[in-house]
């Protein structure tokens, strides 16, 4: 079944090797229980045989964080929670803000940070997203760092160096990470739209973001390093992005949040 095991399943974990990542973000959806729902079918439905060849990831709300871990932990699943933001500081007069260390608390091994939603709209700057970033880090939380360009950028032809320069400004001071690190390449214009980038073009910025990283942090830090597309991915169209070289899995929002449809994503990476 998983014969298919193509250059886009280059993707290192903690050991060395590297496996692909299908992560979905849930956003402001679902309530607490229907969030506990739908934890539970997907570790009820998700092949064993994933189990080592991909890092399966969920992120729902902070409000849901500790029942779906509490659903993964009852089952031991190999399924894997992550927030969906943190701060950085550990503790303090942060009013409404969820410090990583409370992440940790709950058992969560993943945050996505940078994502376009708070930067657009919550004003998140890339100085903050590199706190997040080296925060996490130090507790040893893999961070899912987004980085994408808005649509006029895209058309002008500037996004590989609108993407490097929001990358490296949001890892600036982030120590070297000699095991790798997550970066999700997400084209705003294409969250949310049903529109998607091209597989080469998602794969020329996945490439420029791979040299960022070997410019930055060395060449083995930058082979280690897993990088994701995001975009209107769904289980039709999941492949033609993690076959491409340096593609490394997807971040998803909408076809992640029925469980049915998430597992048909992680069985579209694998099965085409
Ligand atoms: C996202 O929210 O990161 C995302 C990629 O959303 P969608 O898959 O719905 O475009």
């Not at 439905?45 to 991909?54: F, G, N, P, S, V």
């Not at 709300?61 to 699943?77: I, K, P």
């Not at 503790?91 to 657009?120: M, N, P, Y």
């Not at 705003?188 to 930055?216: D, F, M, N, Y």
Request: net charge negative; glycine share 8%.
């Amino acid at each position: 079944m998983f014969s298919k095991k193509t250059s886009n399943m280059i993707s290192f974990d903690y050991s060395g090797k590297r496996i692909p990542i299908i992560a979905g973000n849930w956003k402001l959806h679902k309530t607490y229980a229907e969030s506990v729902q739908v934890a539970q079918r997907i570790v009820d439905l998700i092949d064993r045989e994933y189990k080592d060849i991909a890092d399966i990831v969920i992120c729902p709300s902070f409000t849901a964080l500790r029942g779906v871990t509490n659903v993964v932990a009852f089952d031991h699943s190999f399924v894997q929670v992550g927030a969906q933001d943190c701060y950085w500081e550990d503790e303090g007069a942060f009013t409404g803000e969820v410090s990583v260390s409370q992440i940790k608390d709950l058992e969560c091994g993943w945050c996505i940070i940078g994502h376009s939603e708070r930067r657009e709209l919550f004003g998140e700057t890339s100085a903050d997203v590199a706190h997040k970033c080296a925060a996490l880090l130090a507790h040893d939380i893999k961070p899912m760092l987004c980085v994408g360009e808005p649509l006029a950028v895209y058309e002008e032809d500037k996004t590989i160096e609108f993407v490097v320069d929001e990358l490296k400004a949001s890892l600036e001071g982030v120590p070297a990470q000699a095991k790798g690190i997550v970066i999700a390449y997400e084209p705003i214009w294409a969250i949310g739209t049903g529109l998607t980038s091209s597989p080469e073009h998602a794969q020329k910025v996945a490439a420029a973001i791979r040299g960022a990283l070997k410019e930055l942090w060395g060449e083995a830090a930058a082979d280690a390093s897993r990088v994701l597309y995001g975009g209107s991915v769904r289980p039709g169209n999941v492949n033609l992005f993690t076959s491409c070289e340096d593609i490394d899995g997807v971040l998803v929002g909408g076809a992640s949040l029925e469980a049915e449809s998430f597992i048909d994503l992680v069985k579209g990476v694998f099965n085409a």
